[in-house]
């Protein structure tokens, strides 16, 4: 069957779809200062991880939180403690590809956590009264909004009956047991 130019046309249908996305990833050196003057580090984890996001202009800009942990000894490591500390980040997301022509009033933000915050290491400073902390994250984010999508479409310049015939499949295929 040959489909002429005369035989296309085009629908639009408006739907929510993806019109920008991007993604960052970070790693970032928080300063913890325990009670007591530690003399080893015994562990560190990060937990609590908390964010929210908004579109500004062609980024997006994440808030967010969540708890640092540090286990460490001290008094010559004869007692043990963690020092624990809650810090916020501000992430910038560049995006990709966004579509102008999203309507501005139904855009909605998504984060995704790639790589949820994780503590790289921990290392008491020079003086040895801090702890240095670095952590790395990566955070993915969509822009969803209300766009419009053009679809071609043709008009079939003769069915046949038989197109229209249902046949079932079951009797094509033979079961062997």
Same mark, same amino acid.
Request: some cysteine; glycine content about 6%; proline content about 2%.
């Given at each position: 069957?040959?489909? #002429? $130019?005369?035989?296309?046309?085009?629908? +639009?249908?408006? *739907?929510? /779809?993806?019109?920008?996305?991007? #993604?960052?990833?970070? @790693?970032? %050196?928080?300063?913890?200062?325990? /009670? $007591?003057?530690?003399?080893?580090?015994? =562990?560190? &984890?990060?937990? $609590?991880?908390?964010?929210?996001?908004?579109?500004? =202009?062609?980024?997006?800009?994440?808030? =967010?939180?969540?708890?640092?942990?540090? &286990?460490?000894?001290?008094?010559? $490591?004869?007692?043990? /403690?963690?020092?624990?500390?809650?810090? #916020?980040?501000?992430? @910038?997301? *560049?995006?990709?590809?966004?579509?102008?022509?999203?309507?501005? +009033?139904?855009?909605?933000?998504?984060?995704?956590?790639?790589? /949820?915050?994780?503590?790289?290491?921990? %290392?008491?400073? !020079?003086?040895? #009264?801090?702890?240095?902390?670095?952590? +790395?994250? +990566?955070?993915?984010?969509?822009?969803? !909004?209300?766009?419009?999508?053009?679809?071609?479409?043709?008009?079939?310049?003769?069915?046949?009956?038989?197109?229209?015939?249902?046949?079932?499949?079951?009797?094509?295929?033979?079961?062997?047991?």
């Amino acid at each position: 069957m040959v489909i #002429s $130019n005369k035989d296309l046309s085009y629908r +639009e249908i408006v *739907a929510h /779809a993806v019109c920008g996305r991007g #993604s960052k990833y970070s @790693q970032t %050196t928080y300063t913890i200062r325990p /009670a $007591n003057r530690p003399s080893t580090i015994g =562990g560190c &984890w990060v937990m $609590n991880h908390t964010y929210d996001a908004e579109l500004v =202009g062609d980024y997006v800009e994440v808030h =967010g939180r969540f708890d640092i942990n540090v &286990w460490y000894s001290y008094n010559d $490591n004869s007692e043990t /403690a963690v020092a624990k500390d809650t810090v #916020s980040y501000v992430e @910038q997301i *560049a995006l990709r590809d966004l579509d102008a022509a999203c309507d501005r +009033e139904s855009r909605t933000v998504e984060v995704r956590v790639v790589q /949820a915050p994780n503590c790289l290491d921990a %290392t008491i400073t !020079g003086n040895g #009264s801090e702890i240095l902390v670095r952590v +790395e994250k +990566e955070l993915g984010v969509e822009v969803i !909004g209300r766009t419009k999508l053009c679809v071609v479409t043709c008009e079939l310049a003769e069915k046949k009956e038989e197109d229209f015939e249902e046949e079932s499949l079951l009797d094509e295929v033979e079961i062997e047991d």
